[in-house]
T-cell receptor
Framework: NAGVTQTPKFRVLKTGQSMTLLCAQDMNHEYMYWYRQDPGMGLRLIHY???????AKGEVPDGYNVSRLKKQNFLLGLESAAPSQTSVYFC??????????FGPGTRLTVL | SQQGEEDPQALSIQEGENATMNCSYKTSINNLQWYRQNSGRGLVHLIL?????REKHSGRLRVTLDTSKKSSSLLITASRAADTASYFC???????????FGSGTQLTVLP
């Protein structure tokens, strides 16, 4: 099993550009999450999903959108990137409120 | 705001010594989890303790939970250089279905 995978691993954007980060899991988990991690800080939840077709806002949702069209995939979109969105983005999945399995992260730089 | 706060922020010990990290949280929890993050990598789940449990062991790890003080501790016994990493506590409260992370403890184990 691949677990949780994320694409791309690295990306550089210019201010105002858009992009989509893809997260995929093969563990048949209902719950999926997107976090961002900034230097010296813990993870902050952007959006999450408790099942196919459902999404909800986390702690820092502004500037991001998500979609969960298939159970195994969770997409994070940036419609108009800003330098403040420079961060490392992690996707995770879990079975209900149990341990979360994390992907390797996407390092995004917005110039 | 961060639900959990780790203490200390940084800890440096010699190989073979024990390492203790503490976590405090603000609201009642369903469970509390500890994760490890090696530099530049995703988070790895270490242990989960539920609100009705007081102590849990997993290999060289021992976690305690004191709900009256809203605190938890992670003890790593007989530390190894490979234990060098950042350690985060994270909690789930009520029906939030969200893990809220602390800012982490950076552990350095010197050979």
């Amino acid at each position: 099993n691949a677990g949780v995978t994320q694409t791309p691993k690295f990306r550089v954007l210019k201010t105002g550009q858009s992009m989509t980060l893809l997260c995929a899991q093969d563990m048949n988990h209902e719950y999926m999450y997107w976090y961002r991690q900034d230097p010296g800080m813990g993870l902050r939840l952007i959006h999450y999903s408790v099942g196919e077709g459902t999404t909800a806002k986390g702690e820092v949702p502004d500037g991001y959108n998500v979609s969960r069209l298939k159970k195994q995939n969770f997409l994070l979109g940036l419609e108009s990137a800003a330098p403040s969105q420079t961060s490392v983005y992690f996707c995770a999945s879990s079975y209900e409120d149990n341990e979360q399995f994390f992907g390797p992260g996407t390092r995004l730089t917005v110039l | 705001s961060q639900q959990g706060e780790e203490d200390p922020q940084a800890l440096s010990i010699q190989e073979g010594e024990n390492a203790t990290m503490n976590c405090s949280y603000k609201t009642s929890i369903n469970n509390l989890q500890w994760y490890r993050q090696n530099s530049g990598r995703g988070l790895v789940h270490l242990i989960l303790i539920r609100s009705n449990e007081r102590e849990k062991h997993s290999g060289r790890l021992r976690v305690t939970l004191d709900t009256s003080k809203k605190s938890s501790s992670l003890l790593i016994t007989a530390s190894r250089a490979a234990d060098t990493a950042s350690y985060f506590c994270a909690s789930i409260s009520g029906s939030a279905r969200q893990l809220t992370f602390g800012s982490g403890t950076q552990l350095t184990v010197l050979p």
